[in-house]
């Protein structure tokens, strides 16, 4: 994502409410094809009493088929599918705010400071969810406040427009406050959208692939929105939205797709040791590309937040070892 916003001039710059408009429309036609081959097994219905044979015979049998559409349109558009309209504009402007931030910080700072998104998970949880977190974790988010901090401080005290000359255009510069402004309230969006979501879903039946298909369709009006406001006049819709679409433009939407949906994995199949470990693991990945493909400038205090981050990050992720360990926030209501 960094290198597809600064490798060429601003002029020539892609949209990025595009690549997030087309980001909902992969994601949620994905979502839907795999919500399709699994209809059978995540719905039970008494109405419309599924024929004898739904499961048997051939997949593909026309009769089959028109049952299973009729289904997958009866759990998208459910009673309570309104309730991810919420978390899908939140999910839109955290994408944008993204963009924002990767195409102002270097890409090691942004997934540092992007961690702050645990924070504000965190914080989110125990206000609207009434969770209870450890003590370990408490000072695992007060580390990695200030882990993220120090990073902040070396990125402010270095020279933005040096990073600048070291990319492939000169004309191209990158604002740190701006950037940081940007990582902060995606932070916050994704926080408030990730907890918001966790509430759906722990109220809810709905097969979490359906779940996806109405979080991007939802996605679809608000991602609209701003490529509607910023289109000149004088030209036409479809050719506005590819403008400058090149193939680094649709290698960052393929990955930012594919990571969309390994996530979806995680919170179904994996545990929060595994979260970390993969966290951290992109952090390094972040850092050792930076350096090889943006000339980064490896300092002490980049080091010493970046450690520090990883270590909050461990610590906040690991269950405790004690079950009478003690448990701060705010006890559930009665």
Not at 105 to 114: H, R
Not at 115 to 134: D, G, N, Y
Request: proline share 4%; net charge positive.
């Amino acid at each position: 994502m960094h290198y597809s916003r600064v490798s060429i001039p601003p002029s020539q710059s892609y949209s990025a409410p595009t690549a997030v408009l087309l980001n909902e429309l992969l994601k949620g036609s994905i979502s839907l094809a795999i919500a399709f081959t699994r209809i059978d097994r995540s719905t039970s219905y008494t109405s419309d009493t599924p024929q004898p044979g739904l499961t048997t015979g051939r997949f593909w049998n026309p009769s089959k088929v028109l049952l299973r559409i009729r289904r997958l349109g009866r759990e998208v558009f459910s009673p309570d599918c309104w309730k991810l309209s919420i978390p899908a504009i939140l999910y839109v402007i955290q994408n944008n705010l993204q963009y924002v931030a990767a195409t102002n910080l270097e890409a090691a700072t942004f997934q540092v400071s992007y961690q702050m998104k645990i924070l504000t998970t965190a914080a989110f949880s125990v206000l609207l969810l009434r969770k209870q977190l450890s003590a370990s974790q408490w000072l695992a988010l007060f580390f990695l406040a200030i882990g993220v901090g120090i990073v902040q401080i070396q990125t402010g005290a270095g020279d933005t427009s040096k990073a600048a000359s070291s990319l492939l255009f000169a004309g191209t510069s990158m604002n740190a406050l701006k950037g940081f402004l940007a990582v902060v309230a995606a932070c916050f969006t994704s926080g408030l959208a990730g907890v918001y979501f966790e509430m759906v879903l722990k109220n809810s039946q709905a097969d979490l692939w359906i779940r996806n298909v109405q979080l991007s369709a939802f996605s679809l009006l608000p991602a609209l929105v701003p490529i509607i406001m910023s289109r000149p006049a004088d030209s036409g819709f479809i050719s506005s939205l590819f403008e400058n679409f090149g193939a680094w433009a649709w290698a960052t939407v393929a990955i930012q797709v594919f990571g969309g949906l390994v996530t979806a994995m995680v919170i179904k199949y994996s545990d929060n040791i595994l979260k970390g470990f993969a966290t951290s693991l992109s952090i390094v990945i972040s850092f050792l590309a930076s350096v090889a493909l943006f000339d980064f400038q490896i300092t002490f205090t980049f080091i010493l937040g970046s450690v520090v981050v990883l270590i909050a990050t461990w610590l906040y992720n690991t269950p405790g070892r004690s079950s009478n360990s003690v448990r701060l926030g705010f006890a559930g209501k009665s």
